[in-house]
């Protein structure tokens, strides 16, 4: 790790242009290295928009009028609140903090899905790290049908449709991990928590979004943990800031830069 960390930070002293994914970062490099930083992430392309637009429009139309955030309910309405727990296998994502969080609710109706396809460091760390939080989670969540493993790569679309089936997403990873995921459940107006060291907690809410940390889940009674989200989500923002449209400014942007410099 030394020296990939350090062949790193040796390539980015020698970068005179550098484009980062995520907003935050801008400030982390311009602390450490005299260069031009601009900030241009990677699409969603129209057809993901358009995908989560008609999923929320369906799940509103089958809420009655009156009721609270009718497009942000999931697509199953069967009194269980479903959780989603990481977005990869590797262990910075702390899932079993999150478990033992989550051992306060297990008499309740929940169901907890943890998204483990990839990223698993079993040739870090010595062990299956999947295996071992499946045996955790076994010794404290073993209710019925309480836990599920995604081990799978999904299609985009049925990826799509398990983050809409969520009612709460919580990551646990103490740096900016999963933005496409956290972009994707917030646009789907999903509760979502995120770890006090993760700097996109703090820049998300200055965008406007609800988003929890999850250190104050230990502190919350069921009834505030499933309750859902109230604030108007700011969806125009995740459009003009990763729709094509505007990365493709973006771009342009660090193109014309080079370009001229």
């Not at 993901?48 to 929320?56: N, V, Y």
């Not at 697509?75 to 989550?102: K, S």
């Amino acid at each position: 790790n030394r020296l990939y960390n350090y062949l790193v930070d040796d390539c980015a002293k020698r970068m005179q242009t550098v484009v980062v994914m995520c907003e935050p970062d801008i400030e982390v490099y311009n602390k450490q290295f005299d260069h031009a930083v601009f900030f241009a992430p990677y699409p969603f392309v129209n057809s993901h928009f358009e995908q989560m637009d008609a999923i929320l429009a369906a799940q509103a139309a089958h809420v009655p009028a009156g009721d609270q955030a009718p497009a942000e309910r999931a697509e199953t309405d069967d009194g269980c609140l479903r959780i989603q727990v990481g977005h990869n296998a590797f262990p910075f994502n702390r899932h079993v903090e999150v478990v033992d969080m989550l051992t306060r609710f297990r008499t309740e109706n929940i169901k907890v899905t943890f998204p483990v396809a990839y990223g698993d460091s079993s040739y870090i760390l010595g062990t299956n790290y999947v295996a071992a939080l499946e045996s955790y989670c076994k010794m404290y969540l073993d209710t019925p049908d309480m836990v599920a493993f995604q081990t799978k790569m999904l299609p985009h679309d049925e990826y799509k449709r398990q983050l809409a089936s969520m009612d709460i997403a919580i990551l646990n990873a103490g740096r900016h991990n999963g933005l496409g995921n956290i972009l994707q459940l917030l646009y789907l107006g999903k509760k979502v928590f995120l770890a006090a060291d993760n700097p996109l907690r703090p820049y998300l809410q200055e965008k406007g979004f609800e988003v929890y940390h999850v250190e104050d889940i230990p502190l919350m009674s069921f009834e505030e943990f499933s309750r859902p989200v109230t604030k108007p989500v700011p969806r125009a923002w995740i459009r003009d800031t990763w729709g094509m449209e505007g990365v493709t400014h973006r771009w342009s942007e660090v193109f014309h830069h080079v370009e001229t410099k």
